[in-house]
């Protein structure tokens, strides 16, 4: 079969140059990524063993590939969202470590409200790929509803004095920092909500690592009595709340849910081309073949949906693409455990061997992917904004139908 040039050469409508760019990012990960089934970490969100993943990133920020989107003003190589957005889709085509973690996490806050000093130590750190952050908003009573947060950082002389418990975080068992958010005593408003940033290995900071329905770790962070100097707030005290749902919003790259679709669905492609069932070829079975062709539409038609997304920030349609490209992944994972039968629900125990890049299993199809894919995928309609709460906001902010009273 002749190779498609990535998105049909223009990365489905974010232009030829953020599609060159997307190839030169497949190179230098097809080559990197050669030996990563030696450092297989199931116990990571990413698959991948730590040192890994910040040598992958050391090597990508040397090759120039981090911070598309970091402007020349702030050091970055200022190529724009688009080049980010292919990045984000090749990446988890080839089931990459997010590379970007840090710029992708915390990149906004840092880059739209850090002040000089924050963004000279950080913004350099992460384009050159030499530091791991997380974000910690979530607290176990206020997920949606974030203006339930209860953790407190209390005045203390010039500083402050952080106190709460932050639940669901990824990545914070190996981040080096996290933006976070704690309710402070303004004069004005006692309990705004203020932005700070966290060194993780400040004393008072514990970090518990709980296991996800597929065997990696979600994060809780127990913040006790930290103490952080006035420096440690992002952006001006009290006005989190502005700059949280500007950073949650900047957090919805559709084009990335959909380098995963693409992927799923190629296995899926080979899996059936390979497999017979009662002699015939799974390729050969009407029913299969309408049910992949089904899947072709909707990635074709997510990818084009996300990458206009990107091209018009702000509106309703990054809440379209994610929701489109969180269940479409579901909708694959279900489909392909039900054409491969039983083999498409066995992964590969011990979690040693899990997918994406341990041992393949010998009784699992797909080396145990698709069952893997089947528990991976739940949770993307929940986290980065529930898709109950974001079809809602297309519905009012989207269509303009009336706001609903909670
Ligand atoms: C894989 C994963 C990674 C995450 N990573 C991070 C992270 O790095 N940092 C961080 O701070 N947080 C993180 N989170 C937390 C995530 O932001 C929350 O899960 C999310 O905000 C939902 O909060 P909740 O889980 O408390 O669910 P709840 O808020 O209790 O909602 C549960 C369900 O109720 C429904 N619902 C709630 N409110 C409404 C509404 N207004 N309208 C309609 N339906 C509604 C939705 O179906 C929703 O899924 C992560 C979550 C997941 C699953």
Known sequence: MAEVAFGGGDAFGLGADAAAFGERVRAFLDRELTGAAGYADPADLTGLAEEFERELSRRAGAEGLLGS??????????????????????????DAPLVDTALTLAGHPLLHDANAEQQAYFLPRMLRGEILMCIAYTEPDAGTDLRAITTTAAGDGDGYRLTGVKTLVTGAHKADWCVTIARTPEPDRPGALTMFLVDLAAPGVTVRRRPTMNGWTLDEIEFDDVRLGADAVLGQPGQAWRQLVAAVRSERSGLFYLGFARHVLDLLVTYVRATRRGGQLLAD??????AIAGLEIDVEAGSVLAARAVAAPGSALASMAKVFGTELLQRLAQTATEIAGHAGTVWAPPHSSAPPHGAASPHGAAGGRFAWEYLERVHGTIGAGANEVLRDGIADFGLGLPRQAR
Request: proline share 6%.
């Open 69 to 94: 989107a970091v402007d020349a003003a702030h050091g970055g190589p200022g190529r724009g969202a688009a080049h980010q957005a292919a990045f984000d889709y090749v990446a988890a085509a080839c």
């Open 285 to 290: 079975d009407p029913l299969v073949r309408d």
